[in-house]
Protein backbone atom coordinates (compact mmCIF):
# COMPACT_ATOMS: atom_id res chain seq x y z
CA UNK A 1 0.00 0.00 0.00
CA UNK A 2 1.49 3.54 -0.67
CA UNK A 3 2.29 5.70 1.95
CA UNK A 4 0.10 9.00 2.17
CA UNK A 5 1.64 12.14 2.96
CA UNK A 6 0.26 15.10 4.70
CA UNK A 7 -1.40 17.65 1.86
CA UNK A 8 1.60 20.50 3.21
CA UNK A 9 4.18 18.12 2.37
CA UNK A 10 2.56 17.73 -1.34
CA UNK A 11 2.19 21.43 -1.65
CA UNK A 12 5.66 21.99 -0.87
CA UNK A 13 7.37 19.52 -3.30
CA UNK A 14 5.07 21.05 -6.31
CA UNK A 15 5.61 24.57 -5.06
CA UNK A 16 9.85 23.69 -5.27
CA UNK A 17 9.09 22.03 -9.12
CA UNK A 18 7.51 25.38 -9.88
CA UNK A 19 10.39 27.39 -8.80
CA UNK A 20 12.81 24.48 -10.05
CA UNK A 21 10.75 25.19 -13.73
CA UNK A 22 10.87 28.77 -13.88
CA UNK A 23 14.68 28.97 -13.30
CA UNK A 24 15.22 26.31 -16.08
CA UNK A 25 13.08 28.70 -18.30
CA UNK A 26 15.83 31.72 -17.63
CA UNK A 27 18.09 28.72 -18.64
CA UNK A 28 16.56 27.81 -21.43
CA UNK A 29 16.59 31.66 -23.09
CA UNK A 30 19.94 31.92 -22.55
CA UNK A 31 20.96 28.81 -24.31
CA UNK A 32 18.69 30.43 -27.54
CA UNK A 33 20.84 33.66 -26.65
CA UNK A 34 24.14 32.21 -27.43
CA UNK A 35 23.34 30.80 -30.56
CA UNK A 36 22.08 33.92 -31.67
CA UNK A 37 24.09 36.66 -33.08
CA UNK A 38 21.66 39.71 -31.95
CA UNK A 39 21.86 42.15 -29.28
CA UNK A 40 20.75 40.91 -26.37
CA UNK A 41 17.34 43.69 -26.02
CA UNK A 42 16.50 42.01 -29.53
CA UNK A 43 16.70 38.73 -28.40
CA UNK A 44 14.90 39.26 -25.10
CA UNK A 45 11.95 40.68 -27.38
CA UNK A 46 11.79 37.91 -29.59
CA UNK A 47 11.79 35.01 -26.96
CA UNK A 48 9.07 37.27 -24.55
CA UNK A 49 7.13 36.80 -27.74
CA UNK A 50 7.37 32.67 -27.55
CA UNK A 51 6.10 29.87 -25.79
CA UNK A 52 7.76 26.88 -24.28
CA UNK A 53 7.39 24.39 -26.48
CA UNK A 54 8.06 27.15 -29.40
CA UNK A 55 11.66 28.16 -27.38
CA UNK A 56 12.56 24.36 -27.74
CA UNK A 57 12.05 23.98 -31.32
CA UNK A 58 13.67 27.17 -31.92
CA UNK A 59 16.86 25.70 -29.63
CA UNK A 60 16.74 22.48 -31.58
CA UNK A 61 17.16 24.14 -34.99
CA UNK A 62 19.44 26.16 -33.52
CA UNK A 63 21.96 23.59 -32.36
CA UNK A 64 21.48 21.97 -35.34
CA UNK A 65 21.82 24.68 -37.68
CA UNK A 66 25.51 26.11 -35.90
CA UNK A 67 26.58 23.39 -33.69
CA UNK A 68 29.90 22.11 -35.07
CA UNK A 69 31.17 19.64 -32.78
CA UNK A 70 29.53 16.49 -33.08
CA UNK A 71 29.31 16.04 -28.98
CA UNK A 72 28.56 19.45 -27.90
CA UNK A 73 25.83 18.88 -30.31
CA UNK A 74 24.68 15.90 -28.65
CA UNK A 75 25.00 17.14 -25.05
CA UNK A 76 22.85 20.69 -26.32
CA UNK A 77 20.37 18.04 -27.90
CA UNK A 78 19.94 15.99 -24.71
CA UNK A 79 19.80 19.11 -23.01
CA UNK A 80 16.26 20.25 -24.84
CA UNK A 81 15.09 16.51 -24.91
CA UNK A 82 15.21 16.86 -20.62
CA UNK A 83 13.97 20.29 -20.58
CA UNK A 84 10.78 19.44 -22.89
CA UNK A 85 10.45 16.09 -20.39
CA UNK A 86 10.51 18.37 -17.33
CA UNK A 87 7.90 20.55 -18.76
CA UNK A 88 5.50 18.05 -19.79
CA UNK A 89 5.32 16.25 -15.99
CA UNK A 90 5.94 20.12 -14.13
CA UNK A 91 2.33 20.72 -16.86
CA UNK A 92 0.47 17.74 -15.62
CA UNK A 93 1.47 18.58 -12.31
CA UNK A 94 0.51 22.12 -12.35
CA UNK A 95 -2.96 21.42 -13.55
CA UNK A 96 -3.94 18.84 -11.26
CA UNK A 97 -5.86 17.77 -8.45
CA UNK A 98 -4.44 15.70 -5.72
CA UNK A 99 -6.34 13.04 -4.70
CA UNK A 100 -6.89 12.97 -1.12
CA UNK A 101 -8.09 10.30 1.67
CA UNK A 102 -10.38 10.58 4.18
CA UNK A 103 -7.97 12.48 6.49
CA UNK A 104 -7.36 14.88 3.72
CA UNK A 105 -3.53 13.29 3.40
CA UNK A 106 -2.20 12.64 -0.45
CA UNK A 107 -2.66 9.07 -1.82
CA UNK A 108 -0.04 8.77 -4.62
CA UNK A 109 -2.24 10.06 -7.72
CA UNK A 110 -4.01 12.98 -9.31
CA UNK A 111 -6.69 14.42 -11.38
CA UNK A 112 -6.43 16.36 -14.66
CA UNK A 113 -8.98 17.67 -16.84
CA UNK A 114 -7.82 17.07 -20.92
CA UNK A 115 -8.96 19.15 -23.72
CA UNK A 116 -11.67 17.37 -24.24
CA UNK A 117 -12.97 17.36 -20.26
CA UNK A 118 -12.62 14.09 -19.13
CA UNK A 119 -10.76 13.26 -16.37
CA UNK A 120 -7.67 11.44 -16.26
CA UNK A 121 -6.23 9.99 -13.48
CA UNK A 122 -2.52 10.44 -13.20
CA UNK A 123 0.20 8.44 -10.59
CA UNK A 124 2.70 10.33 -9.04
CA UNK A 125 3.91 9.01 -5.74
CA UNK A 126 5.30 11.74 -3.84
CA UNK A 127 8.57 9.88 -4.27
CA UNK A 128 8.64 10.22 -8.17
CA UNK A 129 7.64 14.00 -7.24
CA UNK A 130 10.71 14.59 -5.16
CA UNK A 131 12.78 13.01 -8.22
CA UNK A 132 11.43 15.25 -10.37
CA UNK A 133 12.57 18.20 -8.22
CA UNK A 134 16.08 16.36 -7.63
CA UNK A 135 16.09 16.31 -11.37
CA UNK A 136 15.10 19.81 -12.25
CA UNK A 137 18.21 21.37 -9.99
CA UNK A 138 19.95 18.95 -12.00
CA UNK A 139 19.07 20.58 -15.26
CA UNK A 140 19.48 23.93 -14.57
CA UNK A 141 23.14 23.53 -13.72
CA UNK A 142 23.50 20.89 -16.63
CA UNK A 143 22.11 23.53 -19.37
CA UNK A 144 24.48 26.17 -17.74
CA UNK A 145 27.54 23.93 -18.59
CA UNK A 146 25.83 23.01 -21.99
CA UNK A 147 26.25 26.76 -22.69
CA UNK A 148 29.56 27.12 -20.92
CA UNK A 149 30.98 24.58 -24.04
CA UNK A 150 29.89 27.07 -26.86
CA UNK A 151 33.53 29.33 -28.22
CA UNK A 152 31.49 32.49 -27.07
CA UNK A 153 31.69 31.11 -23.47
CA UNK A 154 34.82 28.88 -23.65
CA UNK A 155 37.71 31.28 -21.90
CA UNK A 156 39.72 31.63 -19.06
CA UNK A 157 38.56 34.00 -16.52
CA UNK A 158 41.04 36.61 -16.57
CA UNK A 159 40.92 36.35 -20.72
CA UNK A 160 37.83 36.69 -23.45
CA UNK A 161 40.08 34.63 -26.19
CA UNK A 162 38.50 31.59 -27.22
CA UNK A 163 40.47 28.61 -25.24
CA UNK A 164 39.91 25.09 -27.52
CA UNK A 165 41.70 23.22 -25.27
CA UNK A 166 39.19 24.77 -22.14
CA UNK A 167 36.38 23.94 -24.71
CA UNK A 168 37.08 20.27 -25.48
CA UNK A 169 37.60 19.96 -21.79
CA UNK A 170 34.12 21.03 -21.10
CA UNK A 171 32.44 19.31 -23.42
CA UNK A 172 33.72 16.26 -21.98
CA UNK A 173 32.83 16.94 -18.49
CA UNK A 174 29.36 17.68 -19.63
CA UNK A 175 28.86 14.73 -21.91
CA UNK A 176 29.79 12.66 -18.93
CA UNK A 177 27.67 14.43 -15.84
CA UNK A 178 23.97 14.26 -18.18
CA UNK A 179 21.28 13.64 -15.50
CA UNK A 180 19.07 10.74 -16.35
CA UNK A 181 16.20 11.05 -18.55
CA UNK A 182 13.06 11.30 -15.62
CA UNK A 183 9.90 9.19 -16.79
CA UNK A 184 7.04 11.00 -17.84
CA UNK A 185 3.75 11.01 -15.50
CA UNK A 186 1.43 8.90 -17.62
CA UNK A 187 -2.05 8.30 -16.25
CA UNK A 188 -3.64 4.92 -15.16
CA UNK A 189 -4.86 2.87 -18.17
CA UNK A 190 -8.70 2.28 -17.56
CA UNK A 191 -10.19 -1.35 -16.37
CA UNK A 192 -11.00 -2.16 -19.95
CA UNK A 193 -7.19 -1.79 -20.92
CA UNK A 194 -6.13 -3.98 -17.92
CA UNK A 195 -8.24 -6.69 -19.03
CA UNK A 196 -6.81 -6.69 -23.25
CA UNK A 197 -3.96 -9.37 -22.44
CA UNK A 198 -7.03 -11.91 -23.74
CA UNK A 199 -7.73 -12.10 -27.22
CA UNK A 200 -11.14 -10.50 -28.32
CA UNK A 201 -13.46 -13.34 -28.69
CA UNK A 202 -14.82 -13.70 -31.81
CA UNK A 203 -18.87 -14.05 -31.59
CA UNK A 204 -20.66 -17.36 -32.66
CA UNK A 205 -22.03 -15.85 -35.95
CA UNK A 206 -18.67 -14.43 -37.25
CA UNK A 207 -16.60 -17.90 -36.75
CA UNK A 208 -19.08 -19.58 -38.66
CA UNK A 209 -18.81 -17.22 -41.90
CA UNK A 210 -14.79 -18.14 -42.04
CA UNK A 211 -13.87 -20.53 -44.33
CA UNK A 212 -11.44 -22.93 -42.90
CA UNK A 213 -7.63 -22.87 -44.33
CA UNK A 214 -6.76 -26.41 -45.95
CA UNK A 215 -4.02 -28.47 -43.56
CA UNK A 216 -0.57 -28.48 -44.84
Not at 189 to 212: V, W, Y
Request: aromatic fraction near 8%; include cysteine; charged fraction near 25%.
Amino acid sequence: MAKHHALSSYAKIIGEIAIEWNKIEVRLDGLIYDYLSIEPDVAGFILAQLGNQTKADLAVFLINKYETNKTAKENALFCIALINRLRENRNILEHAIPHLNYDRRYVGTINKIDKKYDAKTFVAPMTLLQELSATMRQAFFYTLQVRMCLPKNAHNSDDTSWDAKLQDALIISTSQTRPQLPDKISPLLPPEALEGDQPPQRSPRHSKQQKKLPRK
